[in-house]
């Protein structure tokens, strides 16, 4: 009889996990925003060591991380020698970069993302996503993706994404792979910096022909009512300077080698 209830149990768990995937964004977010914690734990990757919390809502129940870090200095030493004015290290730029994402239709690459205070802190709380490893473990493991042509795909939109908000910590531990070989991008804390230049061009290589149509469309007065108390008015301005350069890079490619070498 133990052994039915605990097969029974799992197999009530697996429904609950399957349910919870089908939700829809906007499901999703009201989830993360109402749902009780019932468990956390520390995860064991990433400098700040965020929370990952389990929630439910009597029905479902499902998974979380939550980010509370929000360090701001003048100036900033790091143990490589490296050094940064401004430095910035915030939860806050999660909630402005899934923000960002949904304006430019990139959202499928990240995870549903909303402010909620736990614990006595305010931070982010982003939905669990289903994955099979992480890049990094991909890259270790010599792990090749099985449609590499849709895998580079995706990989040149994160690095325009990346240019966009001036990601710093864009690594192969927060660059996720999904189960059907999506990727996902997670912790966007050391973003959303103030130079109006690009972090690394040369990493544009290609874009989607969509992405570049939103990108052209992007309105910076609907952006900056998005992050309301989210970004300040420079880092908005710094986002939309970036903008300008990324489209006049990919202009300029497109002219040298022609546009289906450059777009998809």
């Known amino acids: 009889m133990l052994l039915i209830a605990i097969v029974l149990g799992s ?3 697996l429904i609950l996990a399957q349910e919870a995937q089908q939700f829809s964004a906007e499901q999703k977010r009201e989830f993360l925003l109402k749902a009780e914690v019932v468990r956390s734990r520390q995860t064991s990757k990433g400098i700040t060591v ?16 939550f980010q509370s870090v929000d360090e701001r200095r003048n100036y900033k030493q790091f143990s490589t020698g490296a050094s940064e004015i401004n430095y910035v290290d915030s939860y806050l730029y999660n909630i402005a970069a899934y923000e960002l994402a949904k304006l430019l239709g990139l959202d499928h690459m990240l995870p549903v993302t909303v402010l909620r205070r736990w614990n006595g802190k305010m931070g982010s709380l982003a939905w669990w996503l289903d994955v099979q490893m992480d890049e990094a473990d991909r890259l270790q493991k010599k792990i090749p993706a099985p449609d590499p042509a849709s895998w580079n795909r995706s990989i040149y939109e994160m690095r325009v994404f990346s240019e966009l ?14 189960k059907n070989w999506e990727v996902y991008m997670i912790d966007f804390t050391r973003a959303f910096r103030l130079s109006h230049d690009l972090k690394s061009p040369k990493n544009l290589v290609q874009c989607s022909r969509s992405l570049l149509e939103r990108l052209r469309a992007l309105d910076g007065q609907k952006f900056a009512d998005m992050t309301r ?5 420079s880092e908005v301005q710094a986002v939309m300077k970036r903008r300008d350069k990324i489209i006049a890079y990919f202009e300029k490619l497109i002219a040298e080698k022609g546009e289906d070498a450059v777009l998809f």
């Open 50 to 65: 965020p929370y990952r919390l389990t929630l439910s809502d009597g029905q479902i129940t499902h998974d979380a991380l």
């Open 11 to 13: 197999f009530s768990t």
């Open 229 to 233: 108390n989210i970004l300040t008015r």
């Open 165 to 178: 908000i001036y990601d710093t910590d864009r690594n192969a531990t927060n660059v996720l792979v999904g």
